[in-house]
């Protein structure tokens, strides 16, 4: 159990004078699909960046399964999803997906790849360059992306952004059936009735500081709104 | 080892398949490098007298400009779209990416020469390449000397905010030792002198090709881990 | 590590930093006599000779600073300590000063003695080059933003230059024709007369203690100043 | 009219502005310029007695590199974020982007020669500036002509996928005529030649900028109408 | 009225073989806040671009306020919120708001950018780089810059991505406030019920053909939401 674990204890990060993060303790057993809320530039994704080993906190520690997540064992492990698409404009769906297939080592890159574009709905496209993609199509490409090496860590922000109606409804199903599957899943969200439905564990920061952090149980979609109003709102 | 190999490969693959999208590719690269010599004649006057002596600095100079320019392309692709963030999340092994950028840009300054070397020779009417073999031999150790080097400064040039003249900046210098190894061991040949005056250069250019490709294998995983 | 801990905890005390201030202060003032006023004058040269006083300490510094740089990147990447990082730093710093200021004196030299400021030569080529390389070094750190990564590119910087400079040196050697003096064959043979080699050896000892003081002052006031934002880090604002 | 200079004046604020944010943007490109010099004492082996002869070349060559490094960069930001987008969408006159751009090109060069000469008289011991005063307006007009050619097609070339070997596939032949020009005035002027020799070439510089700032202007319009 | 109406008639565009919008025929009246529903790839963003003068159509033609959309004369007068925040990086908040006040030839730039950072509450952080920005906070400041000229068109490709809680519903009063002063607003999102409350008109696009257009009045969001998943669901 201790593998699927992430665990912060006093996270800080400062950029130049500014102070992004404070002091931020943070425990996701296996399993957990926390959901992290807070106004814009609260920190949430600093926070998601120091914890996939995108950026050093300047304090503190952070462990994803055991390791430093900042350390190479671990990176094969966590998929992200972040507010760039991290694929390349000009090679087609298929070859960005099959490409980071070969990135993660995987044995059969090529139908990995043609069976997550079957789960994005892009198969049609597929041969298209990401250039052409519109910008829902885009993100579609890139939850595949994140999706490639069946990550045990699944780190999502604000995944939702641009996707129809109906690939939201995918992406969730799709999501909750990953948390089944045991994957533990930290996700950055602005829609508070989603991101606690699909949650078992809600948290808030707020000006770099963890102000809630509660399990998602017995706290319904209305009550956890009226407690984000009072704790983050002005 | 093995799998270094196979994602160094891949990552290649993936280059050339842009480039090659990149329409017309070839096609730039050989204007491109018929125009510094152009610009070479212009700007010196050379004629058939004195276009020898101009041979070996006229192509070293090209291949030193034509170089950086595709040194700096290089980890730009990377960059559209953050990719480079997309290939440090994953776990590929560092040395995979220095190995495939560093044979992507000596590809595409070999390309460069195959172009100009003979372009030069029918424009200017000096047969650079009598002895065939050695000359090739220059232009290789050259070449592989050279993007190591500038593999290494172009990752480390990528994300600085004053990319474009960093790169060269930072670059030439640590150039220095192999231009003037290179480039009088070209005109040697030219000149068609004794092979004691260029061996001793061709030994020191592989000297240098081979201290500098251990040391960069050795950093770059420390500069890769920042990008 | 610890060395250098002791050092600048040695240096933590007023009177240490005061006394060092004073030690190259004496010394300069005394170099500057024994050079300018107590030095004879050269066979066949003019007063301006009396750069050459001035001229070797500071190359003599300058290369003792790049070697610093080039020792503290790569403790560096062994240690991953930001000490060390500092001190390539203030390496760096005062490399570049002194090379710039054995280039400037070199060059009013040439002016004087071959009518002009500058010749492609062998070791005056090479200094222009470890000029750049150095220059570049310091231009590096000062592009990037995150301290651990500003600390492993320039390490890794400092080192490729430096592997880099005999090479520099032996290429630019095989390749021009040699026009700089070579005076001083050893230790035992300076090639001067005795009073010029007291006064160089002076001159040497006060450049020395001057590299000494600057380096500590700067180096102490690194660490300050990273103290200060570790704290500042810690408490939260 | 005046509402044009007003806006242009924004655009270069702007990019002044920027481009002295990149910290020690002029410690960056006075280096680049020494090593461009350095560099082409290593290729051709220059010396007191064939220096004059090299002078008008290196210079020129000089420029010309950094000249385009400069054209590469004036564009770029503008793709950062599609700002080129936002530009286009306002309802700024476009000929007020255009000269904007060319000033801001202009005041690079002439800061990148203003290094440079100084530079090179010093190393390499020959005062290319005697005649002062017509060596300045031949600088002058060889950069004007340049960088009115070379802000249009770098605006032309930016959204281009081969953009960095594109820009100077492009410019290159068309500034042939003025490197000529320029670079053989130069050389009259570097030799002591008497006026008759370097007043022609002045005159036919000073035509070639007319013709093509007013072409560029003119056409500069439909370049950006489609960016 | 002529004046803020926005007219297409037969619109298409085709991005070499594939045809991105067919014969679009869309009449918007001045004042009227149309909001554009449709699944990703459907043609949105292009249909918009269109209309703003950022690309041409292929056949049709597109007219905002009289004149062609591609005329200059209409340039100043439409502001566009699009996917990409069209700020300069190296510049602060402020700095770019007065640039683009400039640009649109303002009287009194600086005033007017202190003024709309206060709008979108950016006013402490307003001389930060926008290199330093959240998403969130670089969208707010992109909602600040389509402003700037305060435009009779306002043009917005989902305005909402990245907002916060808070922002999202200073944003929706924001655009009220503008709409009754008469401003004739384009929006796109996928967010139906959000769209549907704020809009007096709404049409649907899929497969670059518009298969829906109606008046709100009448139309509850739950109602168009049955209607949406009938015409654009699978
Ligand atoms: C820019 C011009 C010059 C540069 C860059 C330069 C550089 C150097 C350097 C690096 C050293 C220390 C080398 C060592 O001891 O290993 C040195 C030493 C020395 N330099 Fe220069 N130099 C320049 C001009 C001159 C001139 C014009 C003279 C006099 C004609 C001169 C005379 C000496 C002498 C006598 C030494 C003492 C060391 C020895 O004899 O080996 N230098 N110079
Ligand atoms: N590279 C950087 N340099 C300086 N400051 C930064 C940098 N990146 C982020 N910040 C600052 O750190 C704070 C937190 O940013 P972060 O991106 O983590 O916010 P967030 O919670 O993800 O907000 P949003 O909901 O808008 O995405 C912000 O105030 C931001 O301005
Ligand atoms: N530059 C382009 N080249 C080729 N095809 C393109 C280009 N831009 C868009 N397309 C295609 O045109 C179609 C419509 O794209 P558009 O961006 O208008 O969709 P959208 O309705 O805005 O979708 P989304 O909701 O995902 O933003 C898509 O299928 C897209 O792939
Ligand atoms: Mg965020
Ligand atoms: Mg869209």
Redesign the interface.
Known sequence: MYKGRIECSGV?K??????AL??VDLLIEAGDFLVLF????AGK?TLLKIL?????P??GVAKVGGADSHS?EI??K?G?I??????????TAF?NLE??G????LENPRARAGELLETVELAQ?KD?MVR??????TQ?LSIA?ALVADPDFIFLD?PF????????VAFQALLSALHKRGKTVLMIT?D?PLGVAASTRVAILKNGRKVFDEKTDGLGGDKFMKT??EV??? | MKNTLLSARAVLMKDLRTEWRTREFLGHTFMFALLVIVIFNFAFKINPQNAPGFASGILWISFLFAGTLGLGRSFLVEKENDCIQGLALSPVDRTAIFLAKFAGNLIFLLIIQVIVVPAFIVLYNVNVMENFFMQCLVFLLGDVGFMTLGTLIAAMSVNLKAREILLPVLLLPLLTPLLIFAASATASLVGGDDPSAYLGRIRLLAAFDVIFFVVSLLVFEYIMDEL | MQILEKILRLADHRLVRTGLVLASAVLMTAALYLSLVWAPEAVGETDVYRIIFFHVPTAIMSYLAFFIVFAASAAYLWKGELLFDRVARVGGELGVLFCSLMLLTGMIWGKQRWGAWWLWEPRLTTALILLVIYAGYLALRNVVDNQITRARYAAVFGIIGFIDVPIVHFAIKMWGNIMHPVVIKSASDTGMSPEMTVALRVGMLAFLALFATVFLLRFRLENLSARVSSLRASSGD
Chains 1, 5 share one sequence.
């Open positions: 800080g400062k950029y130049g004078d500014f102070t404070k002091n807070g106004p814009n530039g994704t996939c080993g995108m950026t050093r300047t304090s190479p990176r094969g966590i992200v972040s507010h760039k698409s991290y694929l390349y404009d000009s090679l070859e490409f980071y070969q990135m993660y080592g496209r298209d052409s993609f519109s910008r829902g199509m579609r992306r604000e952004t641009g996707l129809d109606h109906h690939s939201a602005h508070i984000y109003l983050a709102g002005k």
